[in-house]
């Protein structure tokens, strides 16, 4: 049963640490996204990958986000240093890059920030 | 840019009826996908349905059909005999041509089946 898996699945810290989240697309996808699901904004895209390079980071805030893939197994979102209004959240997403472009949603990590 | 409109924020339905749920979008891109999504209280994104922007006839997944309109450019979801675990968001979703596939989502609509 492929499934995007992403950790932590919760992650409460305190203003000004860092946060490291994880994500596992599913084999064999090459895009990857990250969204961001608040009660204020909803859901919007952060950023995006194809074959591991970036194609949209558009919606990330530069100068504390930054979003990479290591290997194709593993995508990471960083936040340093976090701020209360990063409270959120945050989705993997990824696809086959196909025509079909299905979008499957890995469970989400909450993040709270103090 | 691509805009997706849902204009009823939460509907009340009788267990076993069926339910429609509104979807409008905005593109300039000349092709287009349309998605569902389901989001429970548990909070997972669960894909139901796509609907390409050249494809002729409308998607149908079990007891999932989107209603698609191209001239008036809507996609609404239809759900056939519905069920207490149909209760959660919907969102109505976007992506763009290839090289524009991020989802741009609608507000939601958030589904109640009464028993």
């Known amino acids: 049963d492929a499934r995007v898996t992403q950790t932590p699945r919760h992650k409460v810290t305190e203003m000004g640490q860092e946060v490291t989240m994880r994500c596992q697309p599913i084999?064999?996808?090459?895009?990857v996204f990250w969204y961001r699901q608040t009660m204020m904004q909803g859901l919007e895209l952060l950023a995006y990958?194809?074959?591991?390079?970036?194609?949209?980071d558009s919606g990330m805030p530069k100068d504390r986000f930054s979003a990479e893939m290591p290997d194709a197994t593993l995508a990471t979102l960083k936040i340093q240093p976090s701020e209360p209004r990063d409270s959120a959240v945050y989705f993997c997403a990824s696809g086959s890059g196909t025509g079909e472009d299905t979008q499957y949603f890995g469970p989400g990590t909450r993040l709270t920030v103090l | 840019a691509q805009k997706i409109t849902q204009t009823q924020p939460g509907m009340f339905v009788q267990e076993k009826e069926a339910v429609t749920l509104d979807c409008t979008y905005d593109t300039s891109d000349p092709s287009y996908g349309l998605f569902w999504y389901k989001q429970p209280s548990s909070g997972e994104m669960i894909f139901l349905i796509y609907?390409?922007?050249?494809?002729?006839q409308n998607a149908t997944e079990g007891r999932y059909s989107l209603n698609f309109q191209k001239a008036r450019k809507s996609a609404n979801l239809v759900i056939s005999a519905s069920q207490l675990g149909d209760s959660a968001m919907y969102f109505c979703a976007m992506t763009g041509r290839f090289g524009n596939e991020k989802l741009t989502f609608g507000t939601g609509t958030r589904l109640t089946i009464i028993p």
């Open positions: 084999l064999g996808h090459n895009t």
């Open positions: 990958f194809r074959n591991r390079a970036p194609l949209d």
């Open positions: 609907q390409g922007s050249y494809d002729q």
